[in-house]
């Protein structure tokens, strides 16, 4: 069956410091992959997306993610992490069982120490 | 415009009350999607619309009735709900299904 594994529940990382968010993916044919951030109570907003082509994308707010088809894995980068960057990160795909629906994973809570 | 809004931001409802959550978007898009979201988890799809048809309707339970009046609207209507039902209702909005979907700030509703 399709998933997405994330597999760090908690990640905290200094105020300046680079950032790498894990996203491992089960999918047979090639996936469409999304990161999503939320923020407490909020809706979700869309960071960045991976159809096809170059396999390093960027995003909004100086994240990237890069597609390894060989490790089945997206993960989300930034060099350099704002106190603002606190929150939610879903990783996501979009799976094809008769009709496309977003599978996401379970999130990774990034808290920003000073 | 490219942001998908949720009325209302909040709402609390007795088990017998009726109510209804309501969502909009101008942007063009043909698929809208309605998700439930528990505190600590991730989204869980409910229904899916394209073209103002109902798509994908995932097991959810009759008391929750979604409507799609037009291309720009989607609402969902609450009846009998229960304590459980309680969490954020999330409106999201693609082009098309299978594009990447934009969400709303959702509703968070309480059952009481």
């Known amino acids: 069956a399709q998933s997405v594994t994330q597999p760090d529940i908690h990640i905290t990382v200094s105020e300046g410091a680079s950032l790498e968010l894990r996203c491992n993916y089960s999918?047979?044919?090639?996936?469409?992959l999304f990161w999503y951030v939320q923020s407490p109570g909020q809706g979700l907003q869309l960071l960045l997306k991976y159809f096809s082509g170059d396999t390093l994308v960027q995003g909004i707010k100086g994240f990237e993610a890069e597609f390894k088809r060989s490790q089945s894995s997206f993960n989300l980068r930034k060099p350099s992490v704002h106190w603002s960057d606190a929150a939610e990160y879903f990783c996501?795909?979009?799976?094809?069982?008769?009709?496309?629906?977003?599978?996401f994973g379970t999130g990774t809570r990034l808290l920003v120490s000073p | 415009d490219t942001e998908v809004t949720q009325t209302p931001k909040h709402l609390v409802m007795g088990m017998t009350n009726k109510k209804s959550l309501k969502c909009e978007q101008h942007?063009?898009?043909?698929?809208m999607y309605w998700y439930k979201q528990k505190a600590k988890k991730p989204p869980e799809l409910m229904f899916v619309y394209s073209y103002e048809k109902l798509s994908i309707n995932e097991s959810v339970p009759s008391r929750f009735s979604p409507e799609c009046p037009n291309s720009s609207l989607l609402n969902l209507h609450l009846h009998a709900l229960q304590p459980e039902d309680s969490a954020l209702y999330l409106c999201?909005?693609?082009?098309?299904?299978?594009?990447?979907?934009?969400f709303g700030p959702g509703t968070r509703l309480t059952v009481t």
């Open positions: 996501a795909v979009a799976v094809n069982t008769g009709f496309q629906k977003l599978v």
């Open positions: 942007m063009g898009h043909r698929a």
């Open positions: 999918y047979g044919a090639t996936p469409y």
């Open positions: 999201a909005s693609s082009l098309r299904v299978g594009d990447e979907q934009y």
